[in-house]
């Protein structure tokens, strides 16, 4: 995570931010502290980044990278405003020992577009990254990537639009709404059992979530999607960016996963013996 100690909206590179609109940064760095606050609570380990006076944005970690197994595909921005976080990301890795690290060919926003389930990569395309970076991710981490075209300007990154509940099996919820025909077919094929989100939650960033497998972090105005979470047996806990909202993001945009090749061992024989 990376605290928004610079966040603002100064331009507008989404459909969510109006550089007209000010920004309470007191009220986002408290609403941050709570997210970040909560992950230390539940027994998760957060790793920082330094924010940038220059790079407004950074606060949205999860576009600084992939990484799965230990190894790290890093960025690439679509925006030149955004272009340097990249870097930022990769010293990250490199100072604390990442070794397998590739940096990418192909515009990728990290996890913005690239969504991990148990058998497959997910990856949004149409507005930020490239259909060719899903190749080079597919041949980087030697999972099959399957391409989901974006269709909704609101919805730019796949993260807007579908999250991951657990990557141990292969539980998403999404909103069709956001999807090529195409790729809500291919969606439903692969998860006939996924939540599917309302208008209201998904306009609410409702799926820009983080689950563990467990707890399932999401915004809080997102009333509709708590009652399918329980029955399913995940533990909805509501959170309040509502200034980051202003940048375009929400919980997970603020979150990206560090995924060690021991820790999904360790959850998918937790699964199997359960
Ligand atoms: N203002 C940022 C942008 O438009 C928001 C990024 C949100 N991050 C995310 N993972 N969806 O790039």
Redesign the pocket.
Known sequence: MCPPAHFRVTYS??P??DPSKPVDLPLALAQWEVLRDRYRALGHTVSLLEPRPDLP?MV?A??GATVIDGRVLGARFA?PE?TREAEAHLAWFRARGFTDIHEPAHIN????DFAVTASYILAGRGF?SSPLSHDEAQEFFGRPVIGLDLVDPRY??L??ALCVLDDAADEVMYYPGAFSPGSRAVLARLFPDAIIAEDADAAALGL?AVSDGRHVLLPQAAAGLFAPLRDRGYEPIAMDLGELLK???SV??CTQELRQEQELDVRRELLLSA
């Open positions: 590179i989404n969510w931010m944005d949205f999860a576009n925006h955004r926003e990290g996890e913005g930020r730019y990154h993260d807007t820009n940048g375009g993001g997970k945009c």
